[in-house]
């Protein structure tokens, strides 16, 4: 198991831009896939973007390609999620998710370690 711990979220305009960040703890970062997913008010939570654990594969969801860019640096055990041209649509709380020896999979089930999640929220 890897603890997660989300940060970077707040308040932006419209327009602004983001870099969301997610450590984790342990020695075994580099063995697990990752992802990000959102859950807007009163939405079920989404797919946003996904790299594997080799960080070889990436995935995005349709929504965010060309605005979002998911990295990881594992020297620091951490997960980047960077958000450009930022839409009020964008305004959900985002969870980092990881799985060992994950390939970048876009559903919630393929991921049994999450973090509590950052707010993002986005003004027009």
């Known amino acids: 198991q890897v603890q997660l711990v989300e940060s970077g979220g707040g308040l932006v305009q419209a327009g602004g831009s983001l870099r969301l960040s997610c450590a984790a703890s342990?020695?075994?970062?580099?063995?697990?896939?990752l992802g990000w997913f959102r859950q807007a008010p009163g939405k079920e939570r989404e797919f946003v973007a996904a790299?594997?654990?080799?960080?070889?594969?990436?995935n995005y969801a349709d929504s965010v390609k060309g605005r979002f860019t998911i990295s990881r640096d594992n020297a620091k055990n951490t997960v980047y999620l960077l958000i450009f041209s930022l839409k009020p649509e964008d305004t959900a709380v985002y969870y980092c998710?990881?799985?060992?020896?994950?390939?970048?999979?876009?559903?919630?089930?393929?991921?049994?370690?999450w973090g509590r999640g950052t707010q993002v929220t986005v003004s027009s």
């Open positions: 998710s990881a799985r060992r020896y994950s390939m970048a999979p876009m559903t919630i089930s393929d991921y049994d370690n």
């Open positions: 342990g020695r075994t970062f580099s063995t697990y896939g």
């Open positions: 790299i594997s654990w080799s960080g070889g594969r990436i």
